[in-house]
């Protein structure tokens, strides 16, 4: 079974920058694509980014605006999601996911494995 491991989540102050990764374990790592997620208090999880198995395509949320860029290191199995100038919405639980299909998926449910999440709280 893959195992996804999240991290460089913290506290950081609105208009600062934080660089998650995704980590994984177990499993080769090239064949999937990988998606981000988050999940405020009181919300649904919602899609933020996706990139697929080799780099070449990325797709971004609406709300990212630019600030948010993902990418990925298959010969370190991990994914990362850059996320720059910061803005107190943002806080959130961020979750990285794997999906083996070739089609590319907003929703969570279309994700065969998750990570246990990294939260993120942006401070004013």
């Known amino acids: 079974q893959v195992q996804l491991v999240e991290s460089g989540g913290g506290l950081v102050q609105a208009g600062g920058s934080l660089r998650l990764a995704c980590a994984w374990s177990?499993?080769?790592?090239?064949?999937?694509?990988v998606g981000w997620f988050r999940q405020a208090p009181g919300k649904e999880r919602e899609f933020v980014a996706r990139?697929?198995?080799?780099?070449?395509?990325?797709y971004y949320a609406d709300f990212v605006e630019g600030r948010f860029t993902i990418s990925r290191d298959n010969g370190k199995n991990t994914a990362y999601l850059q996320i720059d100038s910061l803005k107190l919405e943002d806080t959130a639980v961020y979750y990285c996911?794997?999906?083996?299909?070739?089609?590319?998926?907003?929703?969570?449910?279309?994700?065969?494995?998750w990570g246990q999440g990294t939260q993120v709280t942006v401070s004013s």
């Open positions: 177990r499993r080769t790592f090239a064949f999937f694509s």
């Open positions: 996911a794997a999906d083996q299909g070739p089609i590319v998926r907003r929703d969570p449910g279309g994700y065969d494995e």
């Open positions: 990139i697929n198995p080799n780099g070449s395509d990325k």
